[in-house]
């Protein structure tokens, strides 16, 4: 028995020998590979010769020699490549950008009847295991979009949608990406195909073509720059920086289908998370989902800056009809959105086109609702299931906060509003920050040969006067919503009957009423300023012997019936025009709801979807613990203001008639001195 232990003993430390021996080993092999000085790589060429030569070599390298080692690629080193580097089956392999990899344009043969998705990237690695793509010093992959993105809107009319992608992985496990800068990618920046195990972390992805602060029209025409685009399972992206012409974020379909089950059916993208990112784009969506189910989903803790569109989930048209599609059980929590140029929410169909029709409904136009006789279509066998928003902060939309689609056959279930509130005021703290501080990849210069210097000069100087003379707007800013503010709240209390929507309702009807007021005030006073100055003219000159003149009296007559008409003008406008808002612009309810079952609103939710159902009353305006709310304020510059604005219409009647009637003050000045010349008469002759 003793000796029968001894040898199961023995043969343990020789298992334990020689695994410790093994793993010895491996560590022994692993190196390393220093990009410049162990391969035979040109840095700081950008010609097409240097280009080829790069991209063959590190094509081989990554092939042959990466697996179990560390590629790296040194600071202050710039290499630049081709598109179309693809490496294959790496293991245990990390990635250290320390300097600077560049991806020229070379021009491929390509079919435009091949559908995108075959155009190669730029890098792409598929079917590998525990790869890590890191930087000790924030080291930049810039995809030098601009030279696919062309002339504005005319570039993308040429080559359209067939584009190299900057980054993709597909079918890979245990996928580390932090502490890297990826700008100005051709096509979608960061794209993750079916992979499982992956942690994004302090990465910034930069696509822009000027130095705007938004979406203007011409960063726009960089189409398609999506920040990141996922599918697969286990997937957790946090403390990252997305500015961005497209989808920030995007939770896409699962396109291998035999990945695990080996089967064309039902599969699916799930348990991911998104938290603490600050971005700017088309927001944080999920789709356009065809034959898939996606679940599991959550977003939290992070910041939309004037981004386009806010929350967005949507389906596309099935490109084969085998099974529904369906999104369950999605989590926005604790979203913050300032100044979102379009819907800050849309749920229901992808709103988008893909011919050169932008209007043609694909399966919702791009025009709908603006343009009339556009459509929007529900796609069919499509479903959402448990959708939970809370927590979302929404201020200053330019639209309807938001639309929410289904029909009677593809419904939207149990969906739950709760605490989400639309605010119109000042900019968030949040947005008041330094935007470099925000998000630190814009730090990064732009190259856009396609934009003239002139532009871009011109747009940097008035940013940087914007950032300037910003702190100021928004101190007069503040006191003049403080003003408001006091009025709102005395008014507020006179019509306030309890908590609930009508009070937030009232609440907004009295700010559009007492913005109208401050601009009419505003035009009162400097018609005022006008009638002033003309009537001290015109009483030098019927001082004078000019006074009599028909033309100069016409002349007068003239202007001031202008100022009369502008002053009519001003307050028809100020009184019709704030409340003729057109439906999809007003943001005191959402545009379209239909199609739901069972949604709830809770909390400080305002506006409240009319096809939800409001489970609790809200907290009263006066009472609320909301760190923006504006206190009273003191009403006596508001009040001279108003006296000034209301004596402006008397100073235009009194100036009128003494234009009309100069020969009465005329006569009366001549009869004063013809009494004083008599009475200096009589005491002459006493």
Known sequence: MAIHQARTLAKRRCVVFFLCFQLLLGFAESRILDFLDDFDSIPFDESKEACRHNSALLTQVLNHNASNNLLRFPVNHTFNFHHGIVADSLNNTVIQIDGTIRFQKVDLPRDHHLHYESYPACLAIQKSKNVT??????????????????????????????????????????????????????????????????????????NRRTYQDGHSLIDMTAFNTDGIDVSGSNVWIHDCDIYVQDDCIAVKDVKNHSRETGIDGPYESSNMVFERINASGLGFTIGAIKNTYVRNITFRDSYLHKTVKGIYMKFAEKTRVKHGAIIEDILYENITMESPSQWPIWIGPAQQADTSDVCHPNPCSLCWPITPGSKCHVVQESKFRNITLRNIRINNPEMSPGVIIGSHEDTIDDILFENVLVTRGLPLPIARMDRHETFPGIRQPIHDEYVPKYVAFVQRKLQAIQDHIGPVVLRLREALEKTRGGYTTAAMNLVQNGGGAEQWYLSIILQEALGAIWMWLILSLFTGILTFCILRHWNRYTTSNQGDSPTRRRLYHSLFALLFLVFLFSTVFCLVVPFRKPKWQRMDHYYKCKGVINGVARGETWPVPRCFKYEQNWTALNDSKNDEEVPPADTSITDGVILLSCLTLVMVMVAYRKINHPQERLSSSAMSREEDRSETTAILSV
């Open 133 to 206: 793509i890191s930087s000790q010093y924030r080291g930049l992959i810039d995809g030098r979009g601009s030279q696919y993105w062309g002339v504005p809107v005319i570039g993308y009319l040429e080559i359209e949608e067939h584009r190299p992608r900057l980054l993709r992985f597909n079918l890979t496990n245990d996928l580390l990406i932090e502490n890297i800068i990826l700008q100005d990618s051709p096509y979608h920046t960061l794209y993750l195909d079916s992979v499982n195990g992956v942690e994004i972390r302090n990465v910034s992805i930069i």
